[in-house]
């Protein structure tokens, strides 16, 4: 596998995925000789300045509302060291072993533009980290977004000195154990080099990150789920021709249309003109509507992101002229989280509104009167012995109701910290965890459309024959869901297949399947 090489400035979503969930077998990351150079220096940069006996802000000076009390010499290493053991002060759940590892790479990648004054060696240690699968055990909670993820990072730079918890084959151990294990040994943080670790977004970022991608492949299973709830309900598709998308020009809604057109084609489940029911319920006439408005939340969460990973986001920030002796320090906010807290807020609240336009779908689904008994009451057989899918219906429900609350923005609340001098917060970590709860529940819900609307069609098929065609890509969802699934006859646990069919949407099954038919 080829190595991703760190110059800061190119950065994928795809690549920290790769390196996230690729483990073991993750691609290794290595530095580029351009950002090996930027960084020893800017290193070098930061050493003249201390020989200089220059007062700037992190580097010969406290922290925050410390920001005026002054560092002797001769305790600048004391000083980065006590940064990372006063502010690892985490709590909660720790981030998975894949949110772990996005958080390594994009710290990594945010250093290796050269602006932050961390040396090549204990750069090079974090990647020893990342490449040797240690990682940090992060607590997910403790952030404000502002001075960035102060909290959570410094207890992903702990192992680093050989400090705190980490994760390694398997086992949960010391950060002192863990580099012995992996035949390392910890560093001892020179001048603004625990600053450089700890100041920055990369939290929420590496969160941003895998929440859009994650939300890129839910968004095309709910059109898939949409789909497969269409033919269960014997609608029409042309709701989604393309001379009505094209007079309301909004790109993802056209877009989501065509995705839905293709997965339909050739359906022998859907209807076309009928003078007696001329059009269907909002949730399948308007999906391309509702869907497409999502498709562009994401699209901008998407934006946001590629443009953070690549961003230097810390504080103060090294710039040096073409002489090596003119260097400047320059204090600013590019820590701030907020256009990544306003991004996932955005985020939350569209795929929440994912969420809640499949759960109505399921409910037209069970209800005999709402689907025009097309469908059997619940979709079961001898309703009143049986429940048939009467209260999964109410699992989606609650869970799309817990979104709604998840929805409420936390970029809009702040907070003052430090004795009032970081007065105003983003919350950007509390935004980020919400969407993952809110993708946690979508994901959930969407599984039981699936498995609602392939029931659905079977009794579908005991009218119009078993030889009826389905669409292009919704006969293979239904055919893979029902590798999982099979028809449900009389009331049985249905827990085990609601979770088999949640696995097939997490691991983009579906996606993967119908999006294979389509070619």
């Not at 930027?38 to 922290?63: D, K, N, P, S």
């Not at 290493?77 to 006590?82: A, S, V």
């Not at 509507?289 to 969460?301: F, I, P, T």
């Not at 069919?501 to 038919?517: F, K, L, T």
């Amino acid at each position: 596998m080829e190595p991703i090489i760190l110059d800061g400035q190119s950065l994928t979503l795809e690549q920290v995925v790769a390196v996230a969930y690729g483990a073991p077998g993750a691609p290794e990351v290595i530095l580029s000789a351009g950002a090996q150079a930027a960084v020893e220096r800017c290193a070098a940069a930061v050493q003249t300045l201390i020989q200089r006996g220059e007062i700037a802000y992190g580097i010969t000076t406290g922290f925050g509302a410390f920001k005026d009390k002054l560092i002797a010499p001769e305790d600048v290493q004391t000083l980065q060291r006590n940064i990372l053991v006063s502010h690892a002060v985490g709590v909660g759940d720790p981030f998975d072993i894949p949110t772990t590892r996005a958080i390594m790479l994009i710290r990594a990648n945010t250093l290796a533009r050269g602006h932050s004054g961390i040396r090549l060696s204990t750069l090079e240690r974090l990647l020893a980290l990342l490449n040797k699968g240690i990682h940090p055990v992060i607590p997910e909670k403790g952030s404000l977004g502002a001075s960035g993820d102060l909290a959570p990072l410094a207890h992903m730079s702990l192992p680093l000195i050989g400090m705190g918890e980490a994760e390694y084959q398997g086992q949960h151990l010391s950060g002192a154990e863990a580099l012995s294990r992996a035949g390392l040994q910890p560093v001892t943080l020179a001048a603004k080099e625990g600053l450089a670790l700890t100041n920055g977004t990369s939290i929420m970022c590496a969160l941003g990150v895998l929440e859009t991608f994650r939300a890129e492949m839910l968004l095309k299973t709910g059109d898939i789920a949409g789909s497969l709830s269409l033919e269960a309900l014997h609608g029409t598709t042309l709701a989604f021709d393309d001379r009505i998308q094209r007079l309301r020009p909004f790109p993802r809604q056209q877009e989501c249309a065509a995705y839905l057109r293709a997965l339909l084609a050739g359906s022998g489940f859907t209807r076309g003109y009928d003078p007696a029911n001329v059009q269907d319920a909002y949730t399948l006439r308007c999906i391309p509507q509702v869907h497409g408005a999502v498709r562009d939340a994401v699209a901008y969460s998407r934006w946001v992101m590629e443009i953070e990973l690549n961003a230097v986001t810390d504080n103060p920030l090294i710039f040096i002229g073409e002489s090596p002796d003119d260097i400047q320090v320059l204090s600013g906010g590019n820590f701030h989280g907020e256009p990544l807290a306003i991004a996932m807020d955005y985020l939350g609240l569209a795929m929440s509104e994912l969420g809640n336009i499949s759960e109505r779908r399921i409910a037209r689904l069970i209800d005999e009167s709402s689907n025009t008994h097309v469908l059997p009451a619940f979709l079961t057989r001898n309703g009143g012995l049986n429940s048939g899918f009467m209260i999964v219906q109410y699992t989606a429900a609650a869970l799309a109701t817990e979104s709604k609350v998840l929805s409420h923005p936390a970029s809009v609340d702040t907070i003052p910290t430090s004795a009032n001098v970081e007065d105003h917060v983003s919350m950007g970590c509390t935004a980020a965890l919400k969407a993952r709860r809110i993708n946690n529940n979508v994901e959930r819900i969407l599984g039981i459309e699936l498995m609602s609307a392939a029931q659905g069609i079977d009794f579908r098929k005991q009218v119009l024959g078993a030889d009826t065609l389905q669409g292009r890509g919704t006969g293979a969802a239904y055919a893979l869901i029902r590798q999982q699934v099979p028809f449900i006859e009389a009331d049985t646990l249905l827990y085990p297949y609601m979770e088999a069919v949640r696995q097939q949407v997490a691991s983009g099954a579906i996606a993967h399947a119908a999006d294979a038919a389509l070619g």
